[in-house]
């Protein structure tokens, strides 16, 4: 996953490769491997989930046989990271069997675990193959940038969401940036793709993907009970996200996330999504369950 990235890359999405592209560092006890990654900047002061998640999973393939790509991760978020701070990644490498890889990865800072995570490869296979439709909604090219609707606003976290994101979200539904849904629903979709061309590595695919994943998935639980991102007093923060990949898929195409909640209670949310490629095959399935406070104003 060291590959240059293609020419005329975006700030943001060159920002992106930059901190996937993990610093490998001696051994550590007992032969785990380690890396260590920097931080994409912020106008708040917490580290991206997505951004550790992808990392995790790029620190995991790295030791992981070139001919077994991810096909699942099951991670914990365990502390809010500081983005001032590098991020270390260990590696265990739990087992090599003939058709399957396991690693365990730990991500810290200053000696303090941030996420945990195991992550499981597996050599391309034959067997039973399906995947759910993909529902029938408006293309991207139909749908207004966040840009298009909050590009104007004089506000840091405006303009981040507007210009300094690696990927593309347009929302089928409305966003839910300033205002709460027109309509309440625990159903959403999104189109998402990182804003310009990635080399060609599949390994560097599946860790975009899973950076973009952490983005929207608990909006559903925010749509069900009428909120917006900028409701006063609303807290929320991912407690722990499971991804699973089923077909090989380019972040830097359009997909379609498609995502629904089946349950929130004390003081948790609960995200589904389903991720398809433009021509309608089921590539991804995640879930994440997270805090979701609020005081209502």
Request: avoid cysteine; aromatic fraction near 6%; proline fraction near 10%.
């Amino acid at each position: 996953m060291a590959q240059p990235p293609a020419e005329n890359v975006p700030g943001p999405l060159a920002g992106l490769l930059a901190v996937l592209d993990l610093q490998e560092r001696p051994r550590g006890v007992g032969g785990v491997d380690v890396f260590t990654g920097l931080n994409t900047p912020r106008p708040w002061g917490r580290v991206f989930g997505g951004q550790v998640l992808a990392q995790a999973l790029v620190a995991a393939t790295r030791t992981a046989p070139p001919e077994r790509p991810a096909h699942s991760m099951h991670a914990y978020f365990l502390r809010p990271g500081d983005p001032d701070t590098p991020i270390t990644f260990t590696v265990e490498r739990l087992r090599d069997g003939r058709s399957f890889s396991a690693r365990r990865v730990q991500a810290s800072q200053q000696g303090a675990p941030i996420l945990s995570a195991i992550a499981s490869f597996q050599s391309p296979d034959e067997g039973l193959d399906h995947g759910r439709p993909m529902p029938q909604v408006p293309g991207p090219e139909e749908l207004p940038t966040t840009a298009d609707l909050i590009g104007h606003l004089d506000d840091p976290v405006a303009q981040h969401w507007s210009h300094e994101r690696p990927v593309d979200l347009r929302h089928v539904d409305g966003p839910l940036f300033l205002d709460g849904p027109a309509e309440r629903t625990d159903a959403q979709a999104v189109w998402m793709r990182a804003v310009g061309a990635l080399p060609d590595d599949d390994g560097l695919h599946r860790a975009v993907t899973a950076y973009a994943s952490d983005y929207t998935v608990l909006e559903p639980v925010l749509r069900r009970h009428g909120l917006a991102w900028a409701h006063p007093g609303l807290r929320a923060a991912s407690i722990d996200h499971a991804m699973w990949w089923h077909r090989p898929a380019r972040a830097d195409e359009w997909l379609l996330y498609v995502q629904t909640s089946p349950s929130a209670s004390g003081g948790r949310g609960l995200g589904q999504g389903l991720l398809y490629s433009r021509d309608g095959a089921l590539v991804a399935t995640v879930l994440q369950e997270g805090m979701v406070r609020t005081t209502r104003g």
